[in-house]
């Protein structure tokens, strides 16, 4: 007997808008706690909560995005529930007319395209945060994150692994960032998600009952979460047991998930029309504003690179893929005119320092102006590739500008032929034995040559001047 | 020289002409009040702070409207640094860090608010006996109810104590105790004045109004206290007329209607008679009378206690001992600190709405309650527009009697529901509606209800001034007719 798993995500993004989602106060990460909190996020008696309209152009921007429905109209509720960090005993949402209706997104796994579909996205304010491990048999509340506005993205229930879970979040994550409405920032708790898993005989049309795994911040622990619970659901049912429908929470440490509450413990959240704010009206200029000024996305930034940068597709695909990468490669073009080189560079060297450095580029000392400028280097054949990857580490250390390292180094390229013709007649007279075995046939030979002209001009020589000079001489 | 009984206009006059300076003012009415503590009618006093203002006007007069009236203020109004408990045990230690826009506004205005006045536990209640600090006498008869839940506000004006009080009116919370204390009380369109700082009963119902001797001191009141505010996005942006600029003008062709539905014969004989002679007073300023037809208008009480107690349980969440207010002693893990604490906190009425708004609000009975009631508040609300087709004020009883003794309703909620029969849809439908003296039961003043089209409390007031220019049930006073 086969099984089959059925994964649904409800993703949290936090809207990078400065203020909250119904209040002035800061939504700046990493502050005194409870100092980014003015009279609403207090919930203090006699306050009201106003709508940040900036949170809801955000919103807007990711339903374009994903070609969902955008309901100019939507409402706001209230969720009822008693919690130290919810200041007002209710938080508030969107459940009935949320501002994303369906939509859609593509994921790719192994190679594969697939298409999940995209339930509705709605705008609700997080939380504060409970800290019970600083005081002793006290806990204490952080109300800073209290009203950060939120966009949850929830998932049709089609992803089918945790391959394709975790494809599904860093697709959601690539577009956030790319239309700049989320910083992405998963360690900061910037996008963190529900997963809801189920399992089912493959035959079976119904589908089996289904466990949340609650809020889970790192695509590792998702994989592993997923995995974990997926064999957990299938020894129970081949055991002849039934799954309970429950909140599960997955630790880390000694991975694996555990009961959080039954479906019986769970909360009536009593939800109903939060009668403190009328519903959003979204004009249609308004929305043709924000479809006007909607970044480019990734896929149309990859067509661009091909069509108009010449770059093959691979190459284009892995720089499109990551906003940062993308800014470099834009940016360096806008300075040099050699985009194929920018972008060699960024996938091969550049690449393999973020990768050995396990950073991303915008956390590195490379800017775009000192990028462009070790291309134009390369390009001016004032130093050669090999000199030019030494150039990059050094910058990679320092952040330094490439002129001034060249220049304090001394690594301007020789290109002056007689110079170069002159140091590879020495060197040719010096090996006697390995010239006969090259004209004896031993092609490999030459580049023996070549390495010692490098050598001798400690790798400043042009190498293209190299070959030629010794290709004469050695004829 | 004696200011117990002044109207707003009397006193600006005094002012005016400096029969009495701003200092002598407040402290007279602090004699009043101390006077008066048996009514039990303020909770919290603010004696220095309001001699200091006083004295600054002395010194040099400011040019606010209301300059130097002292006001009562319904402890349901966050005051800055002074202490506001909305009636309940749960806020006794609370000191908001601001003010009500309301508040605000009356102040810029040169009001004095010269203390808190008592009102029903979070204004759910019809008496002032759900008040932590004890109920509130009318100055009509020591035994008397004032009327609920602004019964402070009006108790404290009936008594000549202040000119002027704020109210509030989540079903008739103003319009009751005014009729019942013998006072003018206009509840505006829901949304006239700003709810920022009014700590929240039913929010989609909740409006503050002014409170005050007579229908001309409602209105220099209302000019003040309305204001488009951006902190709350239900407050109306609409310019605010002068209200005062129409009272003076005739009534004459003014429509009335009579809500057929409203079922006078199950009123006492003297309250039909009081009502019948306000008709033909009215017809005698040339005002006609049509009948009206509210078809759903008899499920407004029903209505009502679904959506009230169903907001209400959830804005009273917040006080759960966490943040700000009551919290209880020793609580041995979380649950028991929200049990401990909610219980000791709250008093019965306000436990018995919260019951029963969780009740309506919970899975499987959302549809048979909350969204069944807001459906009929809809029917309801598109009952007054049909009527206002053909009418430009609607005219009622304000209650179904005149005060009853305290006590005499305890046992049964549903027949103190039912004493806001008639105010009640004028909350549901969002539409303004106002009280003022009629008339006298047993020697207890009665109120006439005047409901009004939406944004329409000029021609409200209208009415009422021209009543009361004509009449002289709004100078009666529990020690004799004013002189």
Redesign the interface.
């Known amino acids: 007997m086969s099984w089959e798993t059925v994964i649904g995500l409800e993703i949290h993004v936090q809207l990078s808008t400065d203020s909250k989602l119904f209040s002035g106060g800061s939504t700046s990460f990493g502050a005194e706690p409870n100092t980014h909190v003015d009279l609403i996020d207090l919930g203090l008696p006699g306050v009201l909560p106003v709508a940040n309209r900036g949170a809801f152009h955000k919103a807007i921007r990711f339903g374009l995005a994903t070609n969902a429905e955008i309901n100019q109209t939507s409402t706001f509720d209230r969720k009822n529930y008693f919690y130290p960090d919810l200041p007002k005993g209710y938080q508030i949402t969107q459940m009935a007319l949320p501002i994303v209706g369906k939509g859609s997104i593509k994921i790719e796994v192994d190679g594969e395209e697939k298409i999940i579909n995209i339930t509705r996205a709605h705008l609700e304010e997080d939380a504060g945060k409970s800290i019970h491990d600083l005081f002793d048999g006290e806990t204490g509340v952080d109300l800073n994150r209290a009203g950060t506005p939120l966009l949850e993205i929830v998932s049709e229930p089609e992803i089918a692994n945790a391959k394709e879970a975790v494809a599904y979040f860093k697709a959601i994550r690539q577009i956030v960032t790319f239309l700049d409405i989320c910083d992405g920032n998963m360690a900061q708790g910037s996008m963190r998600c529900d997963v809801n898993v189920s399992v089912k005989k493959s035959d079976d049309t119904e589908l089996g009952t289904r466990a949340e795994i609650k809020n889970i911040n790192s695509f590792k622990f998702i994989e592993k979460a997923i995995n974990f619970e997926i064999d957990r659901q299938i020894r129970i049912l081949e055991s002849g047991d039934s799954v309970v429908q429950e909140t599960r929470l997955y630790d880390s440490v000694k991975n694996e998930t555990r009961s959080m509450r039954s479906k019986e413990e769970a909360n009536d959240y009593r939800y109903f029309p939060c009668p403190d704010l009328l519903p959003v009206v979204i004009s249609d200029n308004e929305l043709k504003e924000i479809k006007d000024n909607l970044p480019e996305l990734p896929d149309e930034k990859e067509r661009r690179y091909v069509e108009e940068s010449n770059l093959d597709s691979s190459e284009a695909k892995i720089i499109a893929s990551s906003k940062t990468m993308a800014n470099m490669f834009e940016g360096a073009c806008s300075k040099t005119n050699d985009s194929k080189l920018v972008a060699n560079w960024l996938v091969g060297d550049i690449s393999a320092l973020l990768n050995k450095d396990n950073i991303d580029l915008q956390e590195s000392k490379l800017t775009s102006d000192n990028f462009a400028l070790l291309i134009e280097r390369i390009s001016d054949k004032t130093i050669s590739g090999k000199i030019a990857k030494s150039v990059l580490e050094e910058i990679w250390e320092t952040g330094n500008d490439v002129d001034a390292i060249i220049e304090s180094k001394g690594l301007v390229q020789i290109q002056d032929e007689s110079l170069l013709e002159k140091i590879a007649q020495t060197i040719i007279d010096d090996n006697p034995s390995q010239v006969e075995a090259f004209k004896g046939g031993k092609d490999k030979l030459f580049g023996f040559f070549v390495g010692q002209v490098m050598k001798e001009t400690q790798g400043k020589a042009n190498p293209q001047s190299v070959n030629e000079i010794l290709k004469r001489l050695l004829s | 020289m004696s200011v117990q009984y002044k109207t707003i206009k009397e006193l600006k006059n005094m002012l005016n002409e400096k029969e009495i300076s701003y200092t002598e003012l407040i402290q007279e009415t602090f004699l009043n009040i101390k006077n008066n503590s048996e009514l039990n009618a303020f909770i919290t006093l603010n004696e220095e702070e309001s001699l200091k203002k006083a004295n600054n006007l002395d010194n040099s007069p400011g040019s606010g409207s209301l300059n130097g009236i002292p006001i009562a203020q319904k402890d349901l ?2 005051t800055k640094d002074l202490k ?1 408990t ?1 009636g309940s045990n749960m ?1 006794s230690n ?1 000191v ?3 003010s ?1 826009t309301v508040i605000e506004n009356l102040e810029n205005a040169g009001c004095i608010s010269v203390g808190k006045t008592n009102m029903d536990e979070f204004a759910m209640g019809s008496s002032n006996e759900t008040s932590f600090y004890g109920n509130v006498q009318n100055p009509w008869g020591e035994n008397l109810v004032p009327g609920g839940s602004s019964g402070g506000s009006a108790a404290a004006i009936a008594a000549g104590i202040v000119p002027a009080a704020s109210g509030t009116d989540t079903g008739g919370s103003i319009r009751q105790p005014a009729s019942l204390c013998g006072i003018s009380g206009l509840k505006p369109t829901y949304g006239r004045i700003s ?6 009963f ?3 119902l909740d409006q503050a109004g002014p409170m005050a001797r007579t229908a001309e001191d409602c209105a220099l009141l209302l000019n003040e206290m309305c204001s488009h505010d ?5 407050s109306i942006d609409e310019a605010v007329p002068d209200f005062t600029e129409n009272l003076n003008s005739s009534i004459k062709g003014l429509k009335i209607g009579l809500v057929k539905e409203f079922d006078l014969s199950k009123l006492d004989n003297n309250v039909v008679k009081v009502f019948e002679e306000s008709k033909k007073h009215y017809e005698s300023l040339g005002a006609e009378f049509i009948e009206i037809s509210l078809p759903n208008i008899s499920l407004s009480v029903p209505t009502y206690y679904v959506v009230a107690p ?2 209400c ?2 804005n ?5 001992g ?4 009551k919290r209880c002693d020793n609580p041995k893990d ?1 649950e028991e600190l ?1 049990i401990k604490t909610r219980s000791e906190g709250f008093g019965d009425e306000v436990k018995r709405r919260i019951l029963i708004g ?1 009740y309506v ?3 499987g009975f ?1 549809d048979a309650y ?1 969204k069944k009631a807001q459906q009929v508040r809809r029917l309801i609300k598109n009952d007054f527009d049909s009527a206002f087709k053909n009418v430009d004020i609607i005219m009622s009883p304000t209650t179904r009697g005149a005060a009853f003794e305290v006590g005499s309703k305890g046992d049964d909620p549903i027949q103190m529901y039912l004493e806001d029969l008639f105010t009640i849809p004028a909350n549901l439908a969002g539409l303004p509606a106002m009280s003022i003296p009629n008339g006298m039961v047993d020697s207890k003043p009665i109120g006439l209800q005047l409901i009004g089209n939406f944004l329409d409390e000029s021609r409200l007031l209208q009415a009422a001034h021209n009543f009361q220019i004509s009449t002289d049930w709004h100078l009666k006073t529990p020690t004799g007719n004013k002189s």
């Open positions: 109004f966050c506001t909305c806020l609370f908001p860090p601001y009500a709810r920022w700082g009014m700590i929240a039913a929010s989609s951006e902190k709350d996005t239900t169903a907001e349980s959830s009273l969440s917040r006080f759960d966490v943040k700000f207010g979380l929200y969780s609000l919970s899975a959302y909350y």
